[in-house]
């Protein structure tokens, strides 16, 4: 047996020892996705684990990923196998500069996207995912909207809105590096191929393509598609489960650089040794959970 069933094996047993979930973002290393019970994008694993009765989440994604699930479940441990396993975007804010921008733009309301930490959520308005962005702008009564922190999302949610859209320059290091040209020369090298960007990637690359998608939102796409061939701009974990749910499909990632050394640094030995050892836990204060829980609340109210 190799070492993956050695641990996958092991998994199972401390799963139940522990009363544990695993949910793995799309974005993991196949072998976790193999062995979690839920397989999603961020903010939908955290609900997920929020419904089930575990009593520990072992959240394989990265930190702002983990402090979601302890938000919607503070009742539950949460575990984040790789305790380094940031998101370098989401670490362009922090609750201090987002209070001093607020200063500056007093009569515009904040949306942040949820790749953000507890704390800058609990100084937003309002949360939104990639996939309900523009319908949470829109939602406002606000005239202006300050959107943080990826300015790349918070351009395309500009391009379709009246509101106007204060961006805050952060931005995705594997996403923003996808170049138009590097784009259209894999457009060239499969003709046939439809094309489908997350809102991450730069605005000129998301007005290329054939369509804009968050990571479910790109999944559902290429499942309903009658195309056979598709250039995928995220990261390239998202690969696994397209190729697991469309056998008869093809998919090129669009660079090969596409791809989050954050989210690859968990791996299923870490996520063994997590529940092994009860560590390291992830926690929120409980006086900016419950300020983040009402930005987070808010946009659920959103229909
Ligand atoms: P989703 O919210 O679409 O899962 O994306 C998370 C992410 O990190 C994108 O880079
Ligand atoms: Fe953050 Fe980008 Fe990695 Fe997503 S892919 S976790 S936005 S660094």
New binding site residues.
């Given amino acids: 047996m190799s070492t993956l069933d050695n641990l996958a094996r092991r998994l199972q047993e401390l799963k139940q020892e522990r009363r544990a979930i695993i949910l793995a973002?799309?974005?993991q290393r196949a072998e976790i996705q193999d062995v979690a019970d839920f397989v999603?994008?961020?903010?939908?694993l955290s609900q997920q684990a929020a419904a089930t009765d575990a009593e520990v989440i072992v959240f394989c994604?990265?930190h702002f990923?983990a402090e979601s699930a302890a938000i919607l479940s503070p009742e539950k441990t949460v575990l984040l196998p790789e305790p380094r396993a940031g998101?370098p975007?989401a670490d362009m804010i922090d609750a201090e500069a987002l209070r001093a921008f607020k200063a500056q733009n007093p009569d515009a309301a904040v949306v942040s996207y949820?790749?953000t930490s507890a704390a800058v959520k609990a100084e937003s308005d309002i949360c939104c995912?990639?996939?309900n962005a523009i319908k949470v702008v829109n939602s406002l009564d606000a005239k202006r909207i300050i959107f943080t922190p990826d300015r790349n999302l918070g351009r395309y949610i500009a391009r379709n809105t009246d509101k106007e859209v204060i961006v805050w320059e952060g931005y995705?290091h594997?996403?923003d590096h996808l170049t138009l040209e590097q784009f259209e020369q894999k457009k060239r090298e499969h003709p046939q191929a439809l094309t489908v960007v997350?809102p991450?990637c730069r605005p000129e690359v998301s007005a290329a393509a054939d369509h804009v998608a968050?990571?479910?939102?790109m999944l559902k796409f290429v499942r309903e598609s009658d195309a056979k061939e598709f250039i995928i701009g995220?990261?390239g974990g998202i690969l696994h489960l397209m190729q697991k749910q469309n056998p008869d499909k093809r998919f090129y990632l669009a660079s090969p650089d596409l791809i989050?050394p954050n989210?690859k640094a968990n791996t299923l030995e870490k996520t063994v040794r997590a529940l092994e050892t009860m560590e390291p836990k992830i926690a929120v204060p409980e006086e900016i959970r419950r300020k983040a829980v009402q930005a987070l609340d808010r946009m659920l109210a959103i229909k």
């Fill in positions: 973002h799309y974005y999603g994008d961020s903010f939908g994604g990265v990923m998101c975007m949820v790749n995912t990639s996939s995705c594997t996403h997350h991450e968050s990571t479910a939102g995220t990261e989050c989210m």
